[in-house]
């Protein structure tokens, strides 16, 4: 079983999808061009969330390519009508065979940093690729948030205090708030060829669309941050800080990778 910390099953689930989809899709997308994404590509979109970015890939490879979009919990994006070249399936990247094989594109935005098998799960879609096929992890660098204004210092102290202690959830359940900054040496390590990588963060101000994923992160798991030393009055608190206006925070910096199998003559 997963150990993902924000069951996908849970109303908040929207309310993330929409700030991720809202912030970061346009990141993602150029990213993704950059490969050269074109008419009649077979690609693989790995937890794939709300699908948005699915679903543009559709329209980018048109009716002669194909997209699978895999999720552990499609029940959000399932409702969305999409052609026939783009299929939706329920699908656990970690325990079940991967939908395909020889894919032009693997892409995956924000699931290995939660999986303890990140790594195993890197090597086997890179295996997925075909020679020259191109694999795009994007991932979070959670360790740099820093407070960019705030009312007062016991404000921004605050918010480091609560978001510190939903990295130690995360880590407790497997995931690697860091694995932004190693992703691409992971990547290399996995034999993958031609690598790069993009940082991309902005300011999130109290009441914006992106600082709502703190919002919906925390009160997801509420009760195991009070748990872990964080109080009800501190979350009440943190809750209201997100939409004050003089508060801002720094935005997860998101870190797009991508490299791309050797073909078999530049194997050493
Ligand atoms: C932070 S969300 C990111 C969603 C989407 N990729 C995006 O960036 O908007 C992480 C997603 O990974 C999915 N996920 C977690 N563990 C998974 C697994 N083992 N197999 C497939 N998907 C998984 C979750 O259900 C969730 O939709």
């Not at 552990?72 to 395909?100: C, F, I, K, N, T």
């Not at 995956?108 to 997925?128: D, F, G, K, N, Y």
């Not at 795009?136 to 978001?163: I, M, N, Q």
Request: hydrophobic content about 40%; proline content about 6%.
């Amino acid at each position: 079983m997963s150990r993902y910390l924000f069951d996908s099953a849970a109303l908040q689930t929207v309310g993330r999808f929409t700030a991720l989809e809202s912030c970061y899709d346009p990141v993602s997308r150029r990213q993704l061009e950059l490969t050269g994404l074109t008419a009649g590509w077979r690609c693989l979109e790995v937890g794939g969330g709300g699908a948005s970015l699915g679903d543009w890939l559709g329209e980018r490879v048109g009716p002669r390519g194909e997209v699978t979009v895999t999720e552990l919990e499609p029940r959000w994006a399932a409702p969305r009508q999409r052609p026939e070249h783009v299929r939706l399936l329920r699908h656990d990247v970690v325990r079940d065979p991967l939908p395909g094989q020889d894919y032009d594109l693997v892409h995956a935005r924000l699931v290995l940093l939660h999986l303890p098998e990140r790594i195993s799960v890197l090597q086997r879609l890179a295996a997925a690729l075909r020679p020259g096929g191109w694999l795009v992890l994007e991932e979070f660098d959670c360790g740099w948030t820093p407070v960019l204004a705030a009312p007062d210092d016991a404000s921004a102290a605050l918010f480091d205090r609560v978001h510190t202690a939903l990295m130690g959830l995360l880590e407790k359940a497997g995931a690697d708030p860091l694995w932004g900054r190693r992703v691409m040496g992971a990547m290399a390590a996995a034999g993958l060829s031609d690598l790069t990588a993009t940082t991309y963060a902005e300011a999130w101000p109290g009441g914006s669309t992106g600082i709502a994923l703190h919002r919906h992160n925390t009160e997801q798991v509420a009760d195991r941050l009070t748990a872990s030393g964080v109080t009800q009055d501190e979350l009440t608190e943190f809750q209201a800080l997100l939409h004050h206006p003089e508060f801002v925070v720094n935005s997860y910096p998101l870190i797009s990778a991508r490299g791309r199998r050797p073909h078999e003559k530049e194997v050493p």
